[in-house]
């Protein structure tokens, strides 16, 4: 191509390329603008996260159940006084401390030896096997004034994993004379004022030692006992026993007590024989918390085929951190009588003919207490009506023994009161009084044998390792005698014993007790006076 041409091209060229530029840039601004028609919306998911409350949670205000069962901090426990008889006191045993293996033995006044043993066999864990036996006899200063007892018993419990059984096998002796009578006017033959009773007793029982998975309790166990006087009466006696409970929750409680008592008495060479039955079912609920209880049940029974609906309905109220306990109740039992429990009572008595059983309703209210962590004590006042109570009235024809009577209706307005103080054991000092005004007799004028007071005593002080102090004391107002028809108030009394045990070394110890220091002549029955001062010891040895 020329140059002419060439330039007559290149402005035509220039123009046409700006023009495609122009056309270009202008396609391009148009697209920068673009919609989009959706209905899809994206957004973002909550997070998945704890809210917490702008306050606080309310505070549990409920108290928590402490119900601690912390035992005793004692060696020393507080027991029934023994019933006092006109002779010699039965000797107090020696502070064992847990010794198991051991003989007691010593000769008093009124000629009295006495003799103590006992013996221990197996661990304790799976099984244990405990014999024990006593012996005692005195003569008085009074013309047969004389007895003797002799008691042998064998009990052992064996472990069967979360149950044990136990049992035990007994026999005793208690023989003494009729000698209440006037010695210027009679003259009896030994033989014919002999009173020799014989017991052979048999206990078997099964019970559990934890809790089973069904959260029962329960302990079944069977009592047998066969009584003579001298082979000329029999008695035998089957007692059996069979409680159970089950607890709902931490404060309910369903109990249930079956119970059988079946007697047969009779006189040797007559045609006197007696049955006396006693058969009672005790279902009963119970609720207990931190500060109040109440047990209310029912208890059908049936006393020789007549049946009776007795309470069973009792209550106790905390007060002050379980410092004070108001308590209250409305309960009804029976007392099953034989000739062996009457002669526990009165040795003198004559032959029964017939056996009763005793009906008690009781309404009672009282309080006890705890001071500090030593003292205790119980203050009580109830109203008891009996049935068929069993009273002793002496003999107008036989002056040496008792007739036993029974009075159909007997109210006892009763105020009891008992205290203790405990300090681990190293010191205890108990005492206990009962006051009792006997009224609304219908087939008595009085309540013949039974006593309107009675105050109860003992103490116990370690005053070294080697020593042991003791001292017990009962006191009580003249009861009401009927000899011959003329009515008698007998005169008080108050038996005061002391004794004390020296440990020489770890197997010998020696003892000495101190009865009726006093030398009160008082009669727990008329015209059977008691033995008065009498000094008994010896020696303990343990191995």
């Known amino acids: 191509m020329s140059c002419m041409s060439f330039r007559k091209a290149f402005p035509i060229t220039m123009l046409s390329l700006c023009a495609w530029m122009g056309t270009h840039a202008q ?10 028609i959706s209905a899809y919306k994206p957004h973002l998911r909550n997070a998945v996260k704890i809210n917490f409350a702008a306050s606080p949670l309310a505070a549990d205000t409920a108290a928590p159940r402490l119900a601690y069962n912390i035992p005793a901090q004692n060696l020393f426990f507080t027991h029934s006084p023994v019933v006092l008889q006109p002779q010699t006191l039965s000797m107090d045993t020696s502070l064992l401390l847990g010794t198991r293996n051991y003989v007691k033995a010593g000769f008093g006044n009124f000629t009295t030896p006495y003799f103590e043993g006992a013996l221990g066999f197996g661990n304790g864990k799976d099984g244990l096997l405990n014999i024990y036996g006593d012996y005692i006899s005195s003569r008085g200063k009074i013309k047969n004034q004389d007895f003797s007892k002799i008691n042998l018993k064998a009990s052992g419990i064996y472990g069967l994993g979360n149950n044990e059984v136990y049992g035990s096998f007994g026999i005793s002796t208690n023989e003494q004379y009729l000698y209440g009578y006037d010695h210027d006017l009679y003259d009896f033959d030994k033989k014919d004022i002999r009173r020799s009773f014989r017991n052979m007793s048999f206990t078997a029982g099964f019970r559990n030692k934890e809790v089973n998975d069904l959260g029962i309790n329960y302990d079944p166990h069977i009592e047998l006992n066969a009584f003579t006087r001298e082979n000329k009466v029999d008695e035998s006696t089957l007692f059996v026993n069979l409680p159970a409970e089950k607890a709902f929750e931490e404060n309910m409680k369903i109990k249930l007590n079956v119970l059988a008592h079946i007697n047969g008495y009779k006189v040797n060479n007559t045609s006197l024989k007696v049955n006396n039955s006693l058969f009672q079912i005790s279902p009963s609920f119970e609720y207990r918390n931190d500060v109040f209880m109440l047990n209310a049940g029912i208890t059908p029974a049936w006393n020789n ?41 009165n040795p003198f008595i004559a032959d029964p003919v017939f056996l009763l059983n005793t009906k008690e309703m009781q309404y009672y209210g009282g309080i006890k207490a705890t001071v500090g962590s030593h003292f205790n004590f119980n203050a009580k006042a109830a109203f008891i009506r009996y049935t068929d109570m069993p009273l002793y009235i002496n003999d107008g024809t036989d002056p040496k023994d008792f007739l036993l009577v029974y009075e159909s209706h007997l109210n006892d307005l009763q105020i009891h009161g008992d205290m203790n103080f405990i300090k681990q054991d190293k010191f205890s000092v108990t005492a206990g009084v009962d006051l009792n005004y006997y009224s609304g007799l219908k087939d008595n004028t009085q309540a013949w044998g039974l ?27 003249g009861a009401k005698a009927l000899n011959g028809g003329l009515e008698k108030t007998l005169n008080g009394g108050t038996d005061l014993s002391v004794g004390a045990e020296f440990k020489i070394n770890k197997m010998f110890s020696a003892w000495i007790d101190l009865n ?17 001062l009498q000094a008994i010891g010896g020696v303990i040895i343990r191995f």
């Open 27 to 36: 396609d391009t601004l148009s697209r920068q603008t673009v919609e989009i």
């Open 305 to 345: 085929s007549v049946s009776t609906l007795l309470p069973n309905i009792y209550s106790e109220v905390q007060l002050e951190e379980n410092a004070i306990v108001i308590q209250g109740g409305w309960v009804g039992r029976y007392i099953a009588n034989s000739y062996r429990t009457l002669t526990g009572d």
């Open 451 to 477: 006593y309107p007071m009675k105050v109860t005593g003992s103490i116990r002080w370690n005053a070294m390792d080697q020593l042991l102090i003791k001292g017990d004391l009962v006191s009580f107002s």
């Open 516 to 532: 009726n220091i006093l030398n009160s002549k008082y009669e727990w029955w008329y015209r059977y006076p008691a033995y008065g």
